[in-house]
C-alpha cells in the first residue's frame, strides 16, 4: 500500500460523496451507476481484442483505478432452511440497481450499494467475467492486478476463487480462469507466466508448493516499491492442466499444514501470485538503424528499445472476516488469537485508513499489507468480492463484510504501467550484433587476404610477364637492329650494285665497241684468209704443175739418158751436148724447189696468222658474256 500522501493524490474530488449506510430504506451509498464494473456479454473467445487493450488504459472510465466491489450472495444451505425457517428474506438483493439490502426489523432496512450484486443464482463464468477478467486483461496489457474475496468462513470465498471443476467446468472459480485466459494469450514464445502459491497464517508466509519452506521473508524494492516474496517457488505455466495439478497441490499442502498446525484453512489466506511477463512487439519505426534490424523494438517512448511488461496477479483468498471473539471460541491464546487475524484487522485499518485519507496507511503492520501494498493504494488494478450468506444468524459479520465493502470502494489506485526497458534482451540483442559485426569482420579481414593473396600472385604474374614483356622487347631491339645493320648493307650492296650496274652498262657499252672492231677485224681477217687460200690454191697449183714438169722432166731426161746410152757408141759430141742440157734442167729443177718452199712457208705464217686471230675472237666474246 502506498503511503497517505501518494494516495491523496490518486483520490477523486467527489470520493467523499459515498458513506457509511444509513439507516433510512431510500438511501443508496456508493458510486453512480455509470462507474460499476462492467458486465459484459460472456463471450467464448479468450482473445485480448484492441477494445480491452483501450479499456485496460482506461480512457472512457471515470474513476481509474478504483477499487471495484462485487457483492455475491452464497445460495441457502442446509443450515440456513433450518435456522431461517420462520423468518423472511434478510439480504434482499436489487441487482438491477446494484443494490444490497439488510433488513433490521421489520420497517427498516440498510441499504448498500456496489459496483456489481451477484444473486445466488449468478453462475462463476459470470462471476469471473464482471469481477475477474477486466483485472485479467489489464495484467496482460502490463499493469498489475489483485482480485480479492473478503467474507464470513462459509460464505463463498474459496468457492468463488479456488474451485477447481474437476468433474464440471462450469464450476471452476476465478483463479482456472484466470489462468486459461492468461495462457490462452501470451506468446509463448517470447513471454512467460510464472505462479507462486503462499499461504499466510499467523504472520508467517508459508509455501504451498514447497510446504517444507515457512517464513519466507517478503522483500520490498525500495526503489519501484515492488514486493515480492523471492524465496517462494516459482514455477513457470505450461498449460492449464500444468496449473490444476499445482492447485491440487496447493490445496493438498494447505490442507495438511492446516491440520499439522491444528487450525482451519478458514483462519489462513491464501494468495496466488502470477507473474507475466511479456515482450513488446517490435516495430521499424526507430532510429536504431546501427543496431540493425533485429535489435529494433518499440518502447513506451518510441525510442524503439526493447521493453518488456512485467505484471503481477494477486488472487487472495482471505481467511474468515468473523470477529475476532469467535476465535476465542476456538480455543486459541488471546495472543494467538490476535495473531492468527492480525493481518485481516491490518487489512481493516489500511482500507479505512485509504477511505479516510489519511495521511497514515499502516501498510507495515501486518505481513498481508505489505504483501497488498499495490493493491490498496498502489498501481494495481484491484476487484474485490464480498461474499454473504443469506442467514440472519450471521447479521453482525455480514454488516461488517458490507462496511469493509463499502470502504475499500473509495480506494482508489494510481494505475500505472510496468513496462520497462528490457536491458537483458537489448543486451543480449547488442551481443548478438556484436557477435554478428565481429563475424563479419573476420568474414572481411579473410577476404581481405584472399584478395592480398590473389593481389600479390597477379603481381608476381605481371611482374613476369613485365619481365618477358622486356626480355622480348630487347630481343626485337636487338633484331631491329640487325635489320637496320642489315638494311644498310643492303644498301650498300644496293649501291654496289648500281655502280656495277653502271660499270657493266659501260662495259657493255665498250663490249659492242669492241665487237663491232672485233667484227671487222675478223671480217678483214676472214677476207684476207680467203685471198690467202686462194693464192694457197693458186701455189698449190703451180706446186702441183711444176712437179707435174718436173716429172715430164725426168721421164724425158731418164728417155734421153737411155738414147744416150744407146748413141754413146757414136759421138762425144752428144756426150757434151747431152752434159750441157742436163745442166740446164738441174738448175731449172732447183729454182723451182725454192719457189715451192717460200711458197710453203708463206702458207704457214698464213695460217698462224688466222689461228692467232681467230684466239682473239674467241676471247672478245667470253668477255661480253661475263
Ligand atoms: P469460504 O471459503 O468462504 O469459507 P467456501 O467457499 O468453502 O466458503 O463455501 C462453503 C460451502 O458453501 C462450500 O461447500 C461451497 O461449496 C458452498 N458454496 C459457497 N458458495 C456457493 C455458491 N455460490 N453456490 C453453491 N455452493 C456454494
Ligand atoms: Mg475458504
Not at 213 to 221: L, R, W
Not at 533 to 539: D, H
Not at 596 to 604: F, K, M, Q, R, S
Request: aromatic fraction near 4%; glycine fraction near 6%; hydrophobic fraction near 35%.
Amino acid at each position: 500500500m502506498a503511503s497517505g500522501s501518494a494516495m491523496r493524490s490518486s483520490y477523486r474530488s467527489d470520493r467523499q460523496s459515498s458513506s457509511a449506510p444509513s439507516s433510512s430504506t431510500s438511501r443508496n451509498v456508493g458510486p453512480p451507476p455509470h462507474i460499476s464494473v462492467r458486465s459484459r456479454v460472456p463471450s467464448s473467445r479468450r482473445s485480448v481484442t484492441p477494445t480491452s487493450r483501450a479499456r485496460a488504459s482506461d480512457d472512457n472510465d471515470p474513476e481509474p483505478g478504483r477499487v471495484r466491489v462485487a457483492v455475491r450472495l452464497r445460495p441457502r444451505n442446509a443450515e440456513d432452511l433450518v435456522s431461517d425457517a420462520d423468518f423472511g428474506d434478510f439480504v434482499e438483493l436489487q441487482p438491477e440497481m446494484k443494490r444490497l439490502k439488510l433488513r433490521k426489523n421489520n420497517w427498516s432496512s440498510d441499504s448498500y450499494r456496489f459496483d456489481e450484486v451477484f444473486t445466488e443464482s449468478a453462475s462463476q463464468k459470470r462471476i469471473y467475467e464482471v469481477v475477474a477478467k477486466p483485472v485479467v486483461e489489464s495484467v496482460l496489457n502490463g499493469y498489475n492486478g489483485t482480485v480479492m474475496a473478503y467474507g464470513q468462513t462459509g460464505t463463498g470465498k474459496t468457492y468463488t476463487l479456488g474451485k477447481l471443476g474437476k468433474h464440471d467446468a462450469s464450476e471452476r472459480g476465478i483463479m482456472v480462469r484466470a489462468l486459461e485466459d492468461i495462457i490462452a494469450n501470451i506468446s509463448p514464445a517470447s513471454d512467460s507466466v510464472e505462479i507462486s502459491y503462499l499461504q499466510l497464517y499467523m504472520e508467517s508466509v508459508q509455501d504451498l508448493l514447497a510446504p517444507e519452506k515457512i517464513n519466507i521473508p517478503i522483500v520490498e524494492d525500495p526503489k519501484s516499491g515492488e514486493v515480492s516474496v523471492p524465496g517462494a517457488a516459482v514455477v513457470r505455466m505450461q498449460n492449464l492442466d500444468h496449473f490444476l495439478e499445482l492447485l491440487q497441490i496447493g490445496e493438498a499442502n494447505r490442507h495438511a499444514a492446516n491440520t499439522k498446525l491444528n487450525t482451519e484453512s478458514s483462519r489462513s489466506h491464501a494468495i496466488l501470485m502470477v507473474n507475466v511477463r511479456r515482450s513488446s512487439p517490435e516495430k521499424e519505426d526507430n532510429d536504431f538503424s546501427f543496431l540493425g534490424k533485429e535489435s529494433r523494438s518499440v518502447s513506451p517512448a518510441g525510442h524503439g528499445m526493447p521493453t518488456v511488461r512485467k505484471s503481477k496477479l494477486l488472487i487472495v483468498d482471505l481467511a474468515g472476516s468473523e470477529r475476532l471473539d469467535k476465535s476465542g471460541s476456538e480455543g486459541h491464546m488471546a495472543e494467538e488469537a490476535k495473531f492468527i487475524n492480525l493481518s485481516l484487522t491490518s487489512l481493516g485499518k489500511c482500507i479505512n485508513a485509504l477511505a479516510e485519507n489519511s495521511p497514515h496507511i499502516p501498510t507495515r503492520d501486518s505481513k498481508l499489507t505489505r504483501l497488498l501494498r499495490d493493491s490498496f493504494g498502489g498501481s494495481a488494478r484491484t476487484s474485490l468480492i464480498i461474499t454473504v450468506g443469506p442467514s440472519s444468524r450471521h447479521h453482525a459479520e455480514t454488516t461488517s463484510t458490507m462496511m469493509f465493502g463499502q470502504r475499500a470502494m473509495k480506494v482508489v489506485n494510481m494505475v500505472k504501467l510496468k513496462e520497462e526497458f528490457d536491458y537483458e534482451s537489448f543486451c543480449r540483442k547488442l551481443e548478438n550484433q556484436v557477435d554478428h559485426l565481429n563475424a563479419e569482420i573476420d568474414r572481411q579481414q579473410k577476404s581481405r587476404e584472399n584478395d592480398q593473396i590473389a593481389m600479390d600472385k597477379k603481381l608476381g604474374e605481371c611482374r613476369n610477364s613485365f619481365a618477358e614483356a622486356e626480355k622480348s622487347l630487347a630481343a626485337r631491339s636487338e633484331e631491329l637492329n640487325r635489320q637496320k645493320d642489315h638494311n644498310s648493307l643492303m644498301h650498300d650492296e644496293v649501291e654496289r650494285l648500281e655502280m656495277t650496274l653502271k660499270h657493266s652498262k659501260q662495259h657493255q657499252l665498250e663490249d659492242s665497241t669492241y665487237q663491232k672492231v672485233l667484227a671487222e677485224t675478223t671480217q678483214m681477217y676472214e677476207k684476207k684468209i680467203g685471198e690467202l687460200m686462194k693464192q694457197l690454191e693458186y701455189e698449190r697449183a703451180r706446186s702441183e704443175s711444176a712437179e707435174e714438169q718436173l716429172d715430164v722432166m725426168k721421164k724425158l731426161l731418164s728417155d734421153q739418158q737411155k738414147l744416150m746410152q744407146d748413141d754413146q757408141m757414136g759421138s762425144s759430141t752428144y756426150q757434151k751436148a747431152l752434159a750441157d742440157t742436163t745442166q740446164m734442167y738441174e738448175k731449172k729443177i732447183a729454182e723451182l724447189i725454192q719457189q715451192l718452199e717460200d711458197e710453203h712457208a708463206l702458207y704457214e705464217g698464213s695460217e698462224e696468222q688466222l689461228v692467232l686471230a681467230r684466239k682473239i675472237l674467241g676471247d672478245g666474246q667470253l668477255v661480253v658474256q661475263a
